[in-house]
């Protein structure tokens, strides 16, 4: 079992800065880490991931504005959200691909991000 506890979020004006840490209790067999959305009324959506080995990607909406990172010694993942606007505002979650040879998602409980216009 592998426990996602998030930090960070509050509440920003646009064109602010927020930055989102997510510790995972283990490290063993953590694979792609990510964050993902969900704004008032929508779907949850993929912000970021990054890999074990590095690699990223990003939601259009984001990229160049957000930048994942993630420290392995620490089994700590972060999201960097600069330019902030107020379609940035919703609940972000941090999520851990865990295992070998099956897969498991983990998700932590959800931080709330406000981008006041």
């Known amino acids: 079992q592998v426990q996602l506890v998030e930090s960070g979020g509050g509440l920003v004006q646009a064109g602010g800065s927020l930055r989102l840490s997510c510790a995972a209790s283990?490290?063993?067999?953590?694979?792609?880490m990510g964050w993902y959305r969900q704004a008032p009324g929508k779907q949850r959506e993929l912000v970021a991931v990054?890999?074990?080995?590095?690699?990223?990607n990003y939601a259009d909406s984001v990229r160049g504005r957000f930048t994942i990172s993630r420290d392995n010694a620490k089994n700590t993942v972060y999201l960097q959200m600069n330019s902030l606007k107020p379609e940035d505002t919703g609940v972000y979650f941090c999520?851990?691909?865990?295992?070998?040879?099956?897969?498991?998602?983990?998700w932590g409980i959800g931080k709330l991000v406000t981008v006041s216009s």
């Open positions: 990054i890999t074990s080995g590095g690699s990223t």
């Open positions: 283990l490290s063993i067999s953590i694979n792609a």
């Open positions: 999520e851990a691909d865990v295992g070998v040879a099956t897969i498991t998602k983990y």
